[in-house]
């Protein structure tokens, strides 16, 4: 089964989140933990978290995919932004457990000048802190575009954060648009960067993905997101990504710029591209 979503503002809480979903034909969907832009988090509420657990098993919905804030950099060179946001992730963990079977996906961060292998260091600290053993909720760490000192632009930096962590409950969501424009070739060899990824990091570990047709032509390392079929990338190798063995069951999250009946056209869209349709 295809399980396509989007984000979603939660600023009215899950229930409303999962009934939106089902207004535009999504089975899983993305959201912001707290305030993208800064660290401010919506006020828990249990009725709400009941309702929505509830809508969630009836509708048939795959894992959803609870997203980080930006600016919370795990890998920053001030001591104390570092120690804040270890603190901010671990509040989102703690927070995404009364949502079991889902995931977390966040930016590794930029290492400001420090080195990769420092800030890989610093995120694996950050993250062996948070990840309690047996957690219910499965961290993922996203593919960047390698812009500035940007970590997780290559596999084999994401690879060196897992290996740096120790833990194999630690997944991966690759993005269409970060892959393309950090150099992997998406539109012209599908399998062989599937490949690549299988041999550094594991396909085991592939949990989600975001997709995002890109502005700018492979090896940009620009990041900027195109509606699905506007960009480089085209429509076929969606196409392709949704048909693929090894990426069909995944929730496919759309980040595109776009509002809700632009997403509710994509997810048409890209469930017109299933062959088993």
Same mark, same amino acid.
């Given at each position: 089964?295809? *399980?396509?979503?989007?984000?979603?503002?939660?600023?009215?809480?899950?229930?409303?989140?999962?009934r @939106?979903?089902?207004?535009?034909?999504?089975?899983?969907?993305? *959201?912001? @933990?707290?305030?993208?832009?800064?660290?401010?988090?919506?006020?828990?509420d249990?009725?709400?978290?009941?309702?929505?657990?509830?809508?969630l098993?009836?509708?048939?919905?795959?894992?959803?995919?609870?997203?980080?804030?930006y600016?919370?950099?795990?890998?920053?060179?001030? #001591?104390?932004?570092?120690?804040?946001?270890?603190?901010?992730?671990?509040?989102?963990?703690?927070?995404?457990?009364?949502?079991?079977?889902?995931? *977390?996906?966040?930016?590794?961060?930029?290492?400001?000048?420090?080195?990769v292998?420092?800030?890989?260091?610093?995120?694996?600290?950050?993250?062996?802190?948070?990840?309690?053993?047996? *957690?219910?909720? @499965?961290?993922?760490?996203?593919?960047?575009?390698?812009?500035?000192?940007?970590?997780?632009?290559?596999?084999?930096?994401?690879? #060196?954060?897992?290996?740096?962590?120790?833990?194999?409950?630690?997944?991966?969501?690759?993005?269409?648009?970060h892959?393309?424009?950090?150099?992997?070739?998406?539109?012209?060899?599908?399998?062989?960067?599937?490949?690549?990824?299988?041999?550094?990091?594991?396909?085991?570990?592939?949990?989600?993905?975001?997709?995002?047709?890109?502005k700018?032509?492979?090896?940009?390392?620009?990041?900027?997101?195109?509606?699905?079929?506007?960009?480089?990338?085209?429509?076929?190798?969606?196409?392709a990504?949704?048909?693929?063995?090894?990426?069909?069951?995944?929730?496919?999250?759309?980040?595109?710029?776009?509002?809700?009946?632009?997403?509710? #056209?994509?997810?048409?869209?890209?469930?017109?591209?299933?062959?088993?349709?």
């Amino acid at each position: 089964m295809l *399980y396509l979503g989007c984000h979603l503002s939660a600023s009215r809480g899950f229930s409303a989140m999962v009934r @939106t979903a089902r207004s535009i034909d999504a089975n899983t969907f993305a *959201y912001f @933990t707290r305030n993208p832009r800064g660290s401010r988090a919506r006020q828990e509420d249990p009725e709400d978290l009941d309702a929505a657990r509830a809508s969630l098993r009836e509708g048939s919905f795959g894992p959803l995919v609870a997203h980080g804030s930006y600016t919370m950099n795990l890998s920053t060179a001030r #001591a104390e932004d570092r120690t804040f946001a270890a603190s901010v992730l671990a509040d989102d963990l703690r927070r995404l457990a009364a949502l079991p079977g889902n995931f *977390y996906n966040f930016h590794p961060g930029s290492h400001v000048g420090q080195g990769v292998e420092t800030g890989v260091a610093q995120v694996a600290e950050a993250l062996r802190a948070a990840m309690a053993p047996g *957690y219910p909720v @499965t961290v993922l760490l996203e593919t960047m575009a390698g812009k500035g000192s940007e970590l997780g632009g290559s596999f084999q930096e994401l690879r #060196a954060i897992l290996d740096a962590v120790g833990r194999e409950d630690l997944g991966v969501c690759l993005d269409t648009c970060h892959v393309w424009d950090a150099g992997y070739d998406l539109a012209g060899d599908l399998d062989g960067v599937l490949r690549e990824f299988d041999a550094v990091i594991g396909l085991s570990r592939l949990k989600a993905l975001h997709l995002n047709d890109s502005k700018n032509p492979r090896g940009s390392r620009k990041d900027r997101h195109a509606p699905i079929g506007g960009g480089c990338l085209g429509v076929e190798t969606f196409r392709a990504i949704v048909n693929h063995p090894a990426l069909r069951d995944k929730p496919m999250i759309l980040e595109t710029p776009n509002e809700l009946p632009g997403y509710r #056209a994509e997810i048409a869209l890209l469930r017109s591209l299933d062959a088993k349709s």
